[in-house]
């Protein structure tokens, strides 16, 4: 995957009015986890905060990155978790992220590409994406950048699931019988086979 590096800056008073103020100087609250727990078993957590500047170009892309989280000059390793933005306004509120931990897999949407020119689409149908991302479950240096999934041979009528993939040290977490793209007869392939099935 790329690599996308990010500064920030570690946040001491996490109340709303202090959240509200940071905001309106065009900083986004982040908070960073992983794996690690204290004595009381609860996960740990690092609130801080970035430049909407210096996060725009992670958030508003389709690609996925590791990100190198820099807080006040302690770095580590991690992949943004979620975002959440206002209802109204469609603005950046807040930004999770995972850190991730040498040696144990994690999980991560990965986008799809489809590939080839399917038989179904040359007979006259029409192909139907489900599914632009999957998860998956893997050691991170093993996560790429795409998913590439080969509709060559898909004719109309017929769909690939998640179910029907396989990708190298990767695990599928969605649903096995999730679609994830499908063949469909148009309007004019049904009358052309119709008139070829009187003929």
Do not use: W
């Not at 040696?103 to 799809?112: C, F, L, R, S």
């Amino acid at each position: 995957m790329k690599e996308f590096n990010l500064k920030g800056t570690k946040r001491c008073d996490l109340g709303k009015k202090a959240t509200r103020e940071l905001r309106k100087a065009g900083n986004i609250p982040c908070v960073i986890y992983g794996n690690q727990k204290d004595a009381e078993g609860n996960v740990i957590a690092t609130h801080f905060t970035v430049p909407f500047e210096g996060i725009r170009k992670l958030i508003y892309t389709p690609d996925i990155f590791v990100v190198n989280v820099d807080i006040d000059g302690v770095t580590c390793k991690a992949v943004m978790r979620e975002i959440q933005f206002h209802p109204v306004k469609d603005n950046v509120l807040h930004v999770d992220f995972y850190q991730i931990t040498e040696g144990e897999p994690i999980t991560m949407e990965v986008p799809v590409v489809f590939e080839g020119h399917a038989k179904g689409v040359r007979e006259g149908g029409a192909l139907f994406g489900h599914m632009r991302r999957l998860k998956v479950l893997g050691q991170y240096e093993n996560i790429p950048e795409k998913l590439h999934i080969d509709i060559t041979e898909l004719t109309i009528g017929k769909s690939i699931k998640v179910g029907d993939l396989a990708f190298e040290n990767l695990e599928l977490v969605n649903p096995k019988q999730a679609l994830v793209c499908t063949i469909r007869s148009t309007r004019a392939a049904a009358a052309a086979a119709a008139a070829a099935a009187k003929s």
